[in-house]
């Protein structure tokens, strides 16, 4: 059953002057209109600067006391994270594009308004348009925890968008959407997480045991399940057993909005990632089989990445009323192993 959107109500634990939320939409800095760049009003903090990026694209870089972190304008992707002292926590291809029209492989992509092919499995383009559109830098800020706040917007397709990265000792990722239609909407939304660690065969994703999913790569769907995507959203209905390993492509939908734990030995760490409205979870590893066919992806680099998705897709997309807002949100942590 789709999740019915509710009015937002800002949130309260960040603390956040940009907390997702319709007061926020109306505000910020002059941007430069069509370029998606920060215009001349908008003040940054002396941890934050507004550079040129890989490919010479503008890049939000963040060197806090709390944490190191980049975002691109070009849809709002997140490409970095290290909480102070410790590795890279998000996984960035060395042969991802940066050109200002493809999607950074790598990073945290923004899945929107569907995810992949789509809840009717003909959506285009694939992931929808927000990994690839100039989003707007409204502001950025300093937090109370020594770390920086960011708040991107995008509107487009009578929906906005509103996009808070806070990059610290944790990373937290808060997705507002408000439908501007005058009908009600069904918009499918994910983080789509690539995690760094050493060693994927070596990586468990706890949190899910017990969690039905979607596998994208086996079969036909099996028929009388309840709520079985219609056609074209493929795949097959199973149950998580225990931890999630990975020794082969992985590609799966799981209907949970349990926190995370993904577990990176070979770094001494684990990953955590604490989940709000998001009812869904994808994991995704291409392998050695499926990275070969993509060009902006080593064929080296599955090893050390793992698509964790924090998300609301498939059958659990909200479904907005106009005027209304939706929200999600997902918190990246490390502790340590
Ligand atoms: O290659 P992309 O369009 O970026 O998609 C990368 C992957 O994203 C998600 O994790 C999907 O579940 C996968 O099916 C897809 O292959």
Request: a negative charge; hydrophobic letters at 35%.
């Amino acid at each position: 059953m789709a999740h019915a959107a509710h009015r937002h109500t800002p949130d309260d634990t960040s603390g956040a002057s940009g907390a997702p939320g319709s007061t926020a939409l109306s505000a910020g800095a002059d941007p430069v209109p069509g370029t998606g760049q920060a215009g001349p009003s908008l003040s940054l903090p002396p941890t934050a600067a507004l550079t040129a990026g890989r490919g010479g694209q503008p890049r939000l870089l963040v060197d806090a006391p709390a944490g190191y972190g980049e975002v691109y304008l070009h849809g709002a992707t997140v490409t970095s994270w290290r909480p102070r002292g410790s590795k890279e926590v998000i996984f960035t291809s060395r042969q991802a594009v940066f050109d200002g029209r493809t999607a950074i492989r790598g990073g945290v992509p923004l899945c929107l308004p569907v995810f992949s092919d789509g809840i009717h499995g003909d959506a285009r383009p694939r992931h929808g348009w927000a990994r690839t559109s100039p989003w707007r830098l409204l502001s950025v800020s300093p937090t109370r925890e020594a770390g920086v706040r960011a708040l991107f917007l995008l509107s487009r397709d009578h929906l906005t968008a509103l996009y808070e990265v806070e990059v610290g000792h944790e990373l937290v990722l808060s997705l507002s959407l408000r439908n501007d239609a005058a009908s009600p909407r069904t918009v499918e939304a994910a983080l789509h997480t690539y995690l760094a660690v050493h060693d994927v065969t070596g990586t468990e994703v706890s949190g899910l045991d017990g969690a039905p999913f979607t596998d994208n790569l086996s079969g036909s769907v099996l028929s009388g399940l309840p709520e079985n995507p219609p056609p074209g959203a493929g795949g097959r209905h199973l149950l998580q057993r225990g931890p999630v390993t990975v020794s082969g492509p992985v590609d799966r939908i799981y209907r949970s909005e349990s926190d995370l734990r993904v577990s990176d030995p070979g770094h001494h760490r684990v990953i955590t990632v604490r989940k709000r409205n998001a009812a869904s979870t994808i994991v995704w590893n291409p392998w050695s089989t499926g990275s070969a066919a993509m060009p902006d992806m080593a064929d080296d680099e599955f090893a050390s990445m793992l698509c964790v998705e924090a998300g609301a897709v498939r059958q659990d997309a909200p479904t907005i009323m106009p005027g209304e807002s939706w929200s999600m949100r997902a918190v990246v942590g490390t502790e340590p192993a």
